[in-house]
Nanobody, 122 residues
């Protein structure tokens, strides 16, 4: 079992930055691939960024490439999403999730956090 708790969301002006954190419980955190997803009302949850268990592989959605950076610290059981040059269209609820499949994109994510709201004003 893995429990995930996100933090770091909030209100920021366009062009600003936020760093989201996702703290995981459990001693097997380092064996999970991790992903950050986002969801807006009426739309499906979408993968924004993902990282392999070792941190050696990452994935970014086209819409965030060059602006967002995912990283993890297995010693702290935490995964991060650094978001720079934020745009109003980045406004969403952001969720972190853990997958035991070893994959990032084509993967079943088994555990989810409760989500954190990110609002970018124009």
């Amino acid at each position: 079992q893995v429990q995930l708790v996100e933090s770091g969301g909030g209100l920021v002006q366009a062009g600003g930055s936020l760093r989201l954190s996702c703290a995981a419980s459990g001693r097997t955190f380092s064996s999970y691939s991790m992903g950050w997803f986002r969801q807006t009302p009426g739309k499906e949850r979408a993968l924004v960024a993902g990282i392999s268990w070792s941190g050696g592989r990452t994935y970014y959605a086209e819409s965030v490439k060059g602006r967002f950076t995912i990283s993890r610290d297995n010693a702290k059981n935490t995964v991060y999403l650094q978001m720079n040059s934020l745009k109003p269209e980045d406004t969403a609820v952001y969720y972190c999730a853990a997958s035991s499949s070893g994959n990032i994109v084509i993967a079943r994510y088994d555990y989810w956090g409760q989500g954190t709201q990110v609002t970018v004003s124009s």
